[in-house]
């Protein structure tokens, strides 16, 4: 009981540690790497696999004190490699024209599995040396890693991340002390001795390299470039799930953050403060006392011109963030507005702790502020608005450089498009305000979007209902419940040029009319809109250089632009800047894969291959390929479901940390008790005990696949916590199922061949550690549904592959 506790608590610290580090890596960098942190974490237990398979009986002699001693450096290797790995200078914007930013992505995604690896031991020790517990020690290992990842939330709202790896660590040395203390089988003061005093030192080392650690945040991001400045600093810094927020205070230069302002402007920003989260996407709070002549800078941006074409009485602010946009509807005489924001500690910021400085913006009786998502919010109001705003919910600098590409947003694709149409009145406005990107990307592939949005939604004639202009910065984009009339042209046209803004488009434009102030080499924008509106839309988005077919929520990537036929172009431009043009995610994505692909090989294939007598397998035996196919394409199938339904869920749960935690603690934990259950398949009198577990995995996938459109619809339309809860019934069955075909192979192994369960540990985290990466470049190229249709075909291969007779050929 007490080694199953130390289990439980060691796979409780090892998956805290990995959503930990997708939320280090997310303020560090740019992005999550969801996909990376979890191929290296797999990495790990793989490469355990390998260790067990061919030292097994040298460990299994001494297995108390490895079973500890993994432990105890665990908790040692886990701070000690977060601290090593954030030396190494990795930039992946720079990884097409430095070559070496490849050699320092494989340093950081070796160094991080190291953690994994002793974590692995831990589990995989346990399994050979109490086969007869297979599904006990499988299901505490399963347990404990759900809670974990529950309890990583939980630390995440009271600490910040680096302070959490102490708390991570000591649970692991509380583990090894369990184990020391009543897990032993000779209960000696020489033994507590023996295992206490290590733990004591794992916690000494543990808190000096905590102390020490410090976050080496990218110096591109916004954050680090504004604290260069004199003068500049950090006045505040708050954490959360959702990012970690830093005020900073310009004492020198003062903050001056107007997105889209005209060069021609006659007016600047007041006093404010900069807000980043994760370090970039700065926004400002601007000083307020009511004054609306201090704020009349803007109406000097691309994102006002709404409010000249009508004078709207109902707006709906989605991304309020800390309320320049809100601002900005008080300058026009707005009677109400609506303010949704997700992040609540963004919204305290300006109703709370900087509520004087802000002129108490968001406690003024025209404005309601809601805590939600964007989605979320129109799923559950019965309103109607005039005008609906999303203006600029990303940074410019990560955007421009590409490093989103790899991000799932559900903000812009067609149904969201459709949803935000469906709540603005006749004749209202629907406003999307974005970078200027030369060439066009994210703009066309936005148009394209919309466009199809409209045409699901039987508009005969959507260039009668699209309105679109542009500033050196930023591009606003109109779509109008009903036809753009001849007088808001007039008006569209009279706003532009007395701010030097160009049109793009409207009703009857001719191309004369574009492309005169912030003159472009050619009229790209203006150039895609109208063959996007014409005959040959498909034509047009198939012959340009830039993936930018509509984003959907099957494939919510508007910021996914990569052509591999572009490539050689682009490569060919390398040395005069056209590294740019190819976004850097999806070159890390690539690369990442192929070291996954590297690491495994060398790591776990080929000494498993090369060792085949030591593992017990007879020269010319056949068998163990079923053992391999069997564990191997499971592996596939199980982190395919795993990662689609990742992806899948951000849409209900808002948040990608959300989405994780929810579904990937559902996973384990339903799949513990999934193992639990196994044993009883055995004895169910059917060709193959796996043939019932898969059956229902397939059955719920295409449930889920096939209605989840209007799944989405109701639970976007529900509370918070019913969205959580309904979350969790709808992927226990699933997790239930997924988690019997492993142990029920691994209990059959452990009847007829015990010599191959360590191989196929090893040969399941080969698969694994690949499959994570896999699937998010699949589900980004085709969509979640074929990734989830690609993983029933896989579990179908796994059934025929099942190891029952044929593994007795195998042993020596």
């Known amino acids: 009981m007490a080694n199953l506790l130390a289990i439980a608590l060691m796979s409780l610290s090892a998956i805290a540690y990995e959503v930990l580090l997708m939320r280090l890596f997310a303020i560090i960098q740019w992005h999550h790497f969801a996909f990376m942190i979890i191929s290296l974490a797999l990495l790990g237990y793989g490469v355990s696999g390998v260790v067990l398979a061919l030292n097994r009986e040298w460990l299994m002699r001494r297995f108390e004190r490895v079973f500890v001693a993994n432990m105890m450096l665990f908790g040692i290797a886990a701070p000690l490699c977060f601290l090593l790995a954030q030396a190494v200078p990795f930039n992946p914007a720079e990884m097409l024209w430095t070559p070496a930013q490849w050699l320092y992505l494989c340093a950081m995604y070796l160094l991080l599995a190291i953690p994994f690896f002793f974590a692995a031991n831990v589990i995989g020790l346990a399994f050979y040396r109490y086969k007869e517990a297979v599904s006990a020690i499988y299901m505490a290992d399963l347990l404990g890693a759900g809670a974990g990842s529950l309890l990583i939330i939980l630390l995440l709202f009271l600490l910040f991340p680096q302070t959490i790896l102490s708390v991570l660590m000591l649970l692991a040395a509380g583990a090894a002390l369990i184990v020391g203390c009543y897990g032993t089988r000779e209960k000696t003061s020489e033994s507590a001795l023996w295992f206490g005093t290590p733990a004591i030192l794992v916690i000494a080392v543990v808190l000096v390299l905590t102390n020490v650690t410090s976050l080496n945040i990218s110096p591109y991001k916004g954050q680090n470039q504004l604290l260069r400045l004199p003068g500049s600093r950090i006045i505040e810094r708050y954490s959360s799930p959702l990012g970690e927020i830093s005020v900073v205070s310009s004492g020198g230069i003062p903050v001056r953050h107007a997105p889209g302002l005209s060069l021609n402007a006659t007016a600047e920003p007041p ?20 004054n609306l002549t201090r704020i009349n800078y803007l109406d000097q941006t691309t994102s006002a011109l709404p409010y000249h074409l009508k004078r709207p009485a109902e707006v709906l602010i ?163 419940n009903g036809v753009i009339s001849a007088d808001e042209i007039d008006k569209a046209g009279q706003f532009s040029r007395v701010r030097s803004f160009d049109p793009v488009y409207y009703p009857g434009i001719l191309e004369q009319d574009v492309n005169r102030f912030n003159i472009q080499q050619q009229p790209y924008l203006y150039q895609a809109m109208t063959a996007l509106l014409g005959d040959d839309s498909r034509g047009f988005m198939a012959a340009y250089k830039f993936n930018v077919e509509p984003a959907t929520d099957d494939k919510p990537y508007l910021f996914h632009f990569f052509k591999w036929r572009t490539l050689p172009e682009i490569l060919s431009l390398w040395r005069g800047g056209g590294g740019v043009l190819l976004e850097s995610g999806y070159l890390l994505l690539m690369a990442a894969l192929l070291q996954a692909v590297a690491a495994s090989v060398l790591l776990i294939v080929l000494p498993l291959w090369f060792c085949k007598a030591k593992l017990g397998i007879v020269q010319g035996a056949s068998g163990h390929f079923r053992v391999l196919g069997y564990f191997f394409c499971l592996g596939l199938a199980f982190m395919f479901i795993e990662i689609a339904f990742i992806q899948k869920f951000i849409l209900i749960l808002h948040h990608p940390l959300y989405a994780i935690t929810v579904v990937l603690s559902t996973f384990l934990v339903s ?52 969205r959580y809860l309904l979350s969790v019934i709808l992927i226990a069955p699933l997790g239930f199922c997924m988690g019997m075909p492993f142990p029920l192979a691994l209990a059959k192994l452990g009847q007829t061949s015990p010599a191959l369960i360590p191989w196929a540990w090893g040969i399941n985290g080969c698969a694994s550690v690949m499959s994570a990466i896999l699937a998010t470049l699949l589900a980004m190229q085709y969509g979640f549904t074929v990734l989830i249709m690609l993983a029933l075909v896989l579990y179908g291969l796994a059934v025929g592959f099942f190891p029952d007779q044929v593994v007795r050929e195998t042993s020596a």
């Open 318 to 480: 989605l991304g309020a963030g800390t309320g320049s946009d809100v601002l900005q509807a008080l300058y026009h005489a707005v009677a109400h507005i609506d303010a949704v924001e997700l992040n609540a500690q963004v919204v305290d910021l300006v109703t709370e702790k900087y509520a004087d400085f802000a002129g108490h913006l968001y406690a003024r009786p025209q404005v309601s502020v809601h805590v939600n998502e964007a989605r979320g919010y129109l799923a559950s109001t019965g309103k109607n608005f005039d005008l609906i705003n999303l203006s600029l919910l990303d940074g410019f600098g990560a955007s421009a450089a590409g490093v989103y590409s790899l991000a799932e947003n559900y903000l812009y694709t067609r149904q969201a498009i459709q949803a935000y149409l469906r709540h603005v009145k006749p004749d209202g406005f629907l406003s999307i305000t974005r970078w200027i990107k030369v060439p066009p990307r994210d703009e066309v592939k936005l148009l394209a979007t919309v466009i199809d949005a409209l045409k699901q939604a039987k508009v005969e004639n959507p260039s009668q209902q699209i309105l679109m202009i542009r500033g050196w910065q930023t591009s606003t984009l109109l779509i109008k």
């Open 671 to 722: 799949a513990g008790l999934g193992s639990h259950f196994s044993p009883k398949c055995l004895g169910i009198a059917t060709r193959s005990p796996v043939l019932l577990p898969v059956a229902g995995i397939a059955a719920l996938c295409l449930i889920y696949v096939l209605g989840f459109d209007g799944i989405a619809g109701f639970a976007l339309g529900i509370g918070v916590s019913s």
């Open 271 to 290: 006093e404010q403060l900069a807000v980043f989260i994760d370090a970039d996407n700065m926004a400002a709070i601007t000083a307020f006392d009511g």
